[in-house]
């Protein structure tokens, strides 16, 4: 026979508390052949349901391996913040499995699988030419001036647009320049909502060759002019051989596959010359053309840079 003690509950005088510590309350520990019964457990709760992702494998967690979004970008499907949005809408498949998580690194030889929806996403994506004018940055206004985006109005559209796209204002969602040209030059501005077409032609690895017409002052000798086809450095960083020729007596002809910041303009003075008006008019194989300053058209479907 088992004894144990209780307290009696509740409040007591001293002498009741006294005479309370007295009462002793004994039970039996039942005999082995009695069943006890436990309480009713709680119901479980259901587990949440994991969003689908690709196995966490040790190859998949390699920090060698690149990011998706860059390995997307890598492959050309798109630009590498198209590739953050098409993660987050559940458009991507690695090996076969949905990726929603940014961040997620895989392995080279990885299988990505878009979505149509993201297809369908993309082809509706504009490109849009620009005839900038002078007085108009190309990006984020900048000391009081105004982005060049800001003339792609209905009105400002070029009367003779051969592309049957209608204007809408979504086509100026995430529409960005894909390259500079700066605010005291003129000439062929593209502005661009498709990744693709932003890496193709200011990606790091970009060949694409962009023409200007660049009018000067100041006498260029033969070995100016060779030092202009190759051999400046800006920034301590040697420049890509240019074509430089002359346009006629007041006007240089560039060829450039790189663009960095008032390039031109620089390489002129390094070589005792001061640009008076720049205009770009090429850039790959889509000219200015006849396009009328402040005015835009579309990208056509048969038009590549």
Request: aromatic letters at 4%; one cysteine or more.
């Amino acid at each position: 026979m088992t004894r144990r003690t209780l307290n009696l509950p509740g409040r007591t005088t001293a002498k009741k508390r006294s005479a309370a510590r007295a009462v002793r309350v004994t039970y039996t520990k039942p005999p082995s052949s009695v069943q006890t019964v436990a309480p009713a457990a709680a119901p479980a709760r259901p587990a949440p349901v994991a969003a689908a992702l690709p196995e966490r494998s040790e190859q998949h967690a390699n920090p060698q391996h690149p990011r998706l979004s860059k390995r997307m970008g890598e492959l050309g499907l798109c630009s590498r913040r198209e590739a953050d949005e098409w993660i987050v809408n559940r458009w991507v498949r690695v090996d076969g499995q949905v990726v929603d998580t940014l961040g997620v690194r895989v392995p080279p030889a990885a299988r990505i699988e878009i979505d149509p929806a993201a297809r369908q996403q993309q082809s509706e994506q504009v490109t849009i030419l620009l005839h900038k004018p002078v007085g108009y940055v190309s990006g984020q206004p900048e000391d009081g001036h105004e982005p060049a985006v800001v003339l792609i109005r209905p009105e400002n559209r070029w009367a003779e647009d051969p592309s049957p796209i209608q204007f809408r204002h979504t086509h100026l969602r995430g529409l960005a320049p894909a390259g500079r040209l700066d605010i005291d030059s003129t000439g062929l501005l593209v502005l661009t909502q498709d990744g693709r077409i932003a890496k193709q032609l200011i990606g790091q690895d970009s060949s694409v060759e962009k023409e200007y017409l660049v009018r000067v002052e100041g006498s260029l000798s033969d070995e100016g002019m060779l030092r202009l086809q190759h051999g400046l450095s800006l920034d301590g960083v040697t420049l890509k051989p240019a074509r430089v020729s002359w346009q006629n007596e007041e006007q240089l002809r560039f060829v450039l596959r790189e663009g960095r910041k008032r390039q031109i303009r620089r390489m002129c003075e390094l070589v005792g010359l001061a640009v008076t008006g720049l205009k770009r008019v090429r850039s790959g194989s889509v000219p200015l053309g006849r396009l009328p300053v402040g005015q835009w058209r579309y990208l056509r479907p048969d038009e590549t840079f």
